[in-house]
């Protein structure tokens, strides 16, 4: 079956612009996360939903950044007033159940490289 | 706050070697531990996972160890391969007394390159 899915895999974008970065998950899948990659670093937790709400949002770094799940399925991760510090790569992951089960999984999609200049 | 760190930062190996890739966490409450592959430009493969009251998975030339009371974990790959040049992750799941359980925290990786 398909996996996690994100668009686009580039975005370049001008300083103080806004973006979007979109995350389908994998079918079926309730629970979906947000990391952010900086060069030369392992990937860091930003936001969590559970179905349609955002359990727990507390790793976006400041209130530019915002990301919605309406219909608990595809998810929007939305930053405004881009800085150059955003630049990194935005990783998606998805899975069936979350915090309720210690076996899960999370599976990643490959990442949307987002360009601040 | 949970930390985690990898050694070696990069490893450069000729075809066939047996190698380790080693991997620490500062804080033992974890629910699980996973070995992730990240090829340039893809997202994050998982490799294996090894739950607290495991000692060690196997897949195929993978084999992870836990070693949970001393915040250890090591990867072992065997009769290495170009195809395994990436860089290999490995990121730790908190118990529900350590935090919020889906969070997984990750360390920096160790980029491996298998020369033929």
């Known amino acids: 079956g398909a996996g996690v899915s994100q668009t686009p895999s580039n975005k370049v974008t001008e300083k103080g612009k806004y973006v979007e970065l979109r995350c389908d998950p994998i079918?079926?899948?309730?629970?979906l996360y947000w990391y952010r990659q900086s060069l030369g670093q392992g990937p860091e937790f930003l936001i969590y939903?559970?179905?349609?709400?955002?359990?727990?949002d507390s790793g976006l770094p400041n209130d530019r950044f915002f990301a919605v799940r309406p219909e608990g399925s595809v998810s929007t991760l939305k930053i405004q007033r881009t800085e150059r510090g955003d630049s990194a790569v935005y990783l998606c992951?998805?899975?069936?159940?979350?915090?309720?089960?210690?076996?899960?999984?999370?599976?990643f999609g490959p990442g949307t490289r987002l360009t601040v200049l | 706050k949970q930390e985690v760190t990898q050694i070696p930062a990069a490893l450069s190996v000729p075809e066939g070697e047996n190698l380790v890739l080693n991997c620490s966490f500062t804080?033992?409450?974890?629910?699980?531990l996973q070995w992730f592959r990240q090829d340039p430009g893809k997202g994050l493969t998982s490799l294996l996972l090894?739950?607290?009251?495991?000692r060690e998975q196997t897949s195929g030339r993978l084999n992870a160890s836990l070693d949970k009371s001393s915040g250890r974990s090591t990867l072992y790959i065997a009769a290495s391969q170009p195809g395994d040049s990436a860089t290999y992750l490995c990121?730790?799941?908190?118990?529900?007394?350590?935090?919020?359980?889906?969070?997984?925290?990750f360390g920096k990786g160790t980029l491996l390159t298998v020369n033929p």
């Open positions: 090894i739950q607290s009251s495991q």
């Open positions: 939903f559970q179905g349609t709400g955002a359990a727990d």
């Open positions: 992951a998805s899975s069936l159940g979350g915090h309720r089960s210690s076996t899960d999984t999370q599976y």
């Open positions: 990121a730790v799941k908190p118990g529900r007394s350590g935090g919020s359980n889906y969070k997984l925290t």
């Open positions: 804080d033992s409450a974890i629910y699980n």
């Open positions: 079918s079926g899948h309730t629970a």
